[in-house]
């Protein structure tokens, strides 16, 4: 695992000897084995590693949906491991965006109103400013002129651009996304690197889980798992 931290910069994220296994008939498997990371603001982070290697299951214990078997994960000094789900959940509202790789987009509603249930889920936003945020958020990612549109009727990209646009809907300091252009196009996925890059550039912090070939980059470092 390349796990170089840049110089002079305090870690946002901090995994300490993290292990995540499973009981099966023919023993216990290991998802992650003490794995120990670190991670500061503004990084642009790629985990890469073969099927099976432990991508979505280190990206899910760094967002808090998973919970590690043993060792320590600590967001801004807060060890999530000492967390209630209850707590868990309002503070992954307000501090992680997720992209995923099948969009979960809620398929009855619009693209607008999307993005207005994930405000809405946390009160991090006042109302009064919310639909302002939203139309910022989609002139963000491109994608104004769908905002009333659903799901079903965007394409491809167009609905990973309304992730996006979710993901950042509270304003997180960190995105994390499960391989967000693996069902794009390489044109379509190359719009999105930008679109992250840009996000990295304005402070956020994002790492993504890839498959692709990670040789010439804009990551600023990645992450390789065994």
Same mark, same amino acid.
């Given at each position: 695992m390349k796990n170089q931290l840049p110089e002079n910069k305090e870690p946002i994220i901090k995994m300490k000897e993290v292990s995540r296994w499973y009981e099966s008939s023919s023993g216990r498997f290991y998802a992650l084995r003490n794995m120990s990371l670190e991670i500061t603001c503004g990084e642009y982070i790629a985990v890469t590693g073969k099927s099976g290697s432990g991508k979505s299951t280190l990206l899910n214990i760094l967002a808090g949906i998973d919970h590690p078997d043993s060792g320590e994960v600590s967001f801004s000094g807060k060890t999530l491991n000492e967390m209630s789900e209850t707590f868990l959940s309002a503070w992954r509202g307000k501090s992680i965006g997720i992209v995923f790789q099948?969009?979960?987009?809620?398929?009855?509603? *619009? /693209?607008?109103?999307? /993005?207005? @249930?994930?405000?809405?889920?946390?009160? #991090? /936003?006042? *109302?009064? $400013? #919310?639909e302002e945020r939203v139309k910022t958020l989609l002139d963000r990612v491109g994608i104004t002129a769908q905002a009333d549109k659903l799901p079903s009727s965007l394409s491809g990209g167009e609905q990973q651009r309304a992730a996006i646009a979710r993901a950042l809907a509270n304003d997180p300091p960190v995105i994390v996304a499960d391989e967000p252009t693996g069902n794009l196009d390489s044109s379509t996925a190359a719009s999105?690197? $930008? @679109?992250?890059?840009?996000?990295v550039n304005d402070g956020k912090t994002v790492i993504v889980v890839t498959h $692709?070939?990670?040789a010439g980059s804009d990551f600023g470092r990645i992450v390789s798992l065994k």
């Open positions: 099948f969009f979960q987009l809620m398929p009855t509603l *619009s /693209i607008r109103e999307n /993005i207005l @249930l994930a405000m809405d889920f946390t009160g #991090k /936003i006042p *109302s009064k $400013e #919310k999105v690197h $930008e @679109l992250f890059t840009s996000l $692709e070939n990670v």
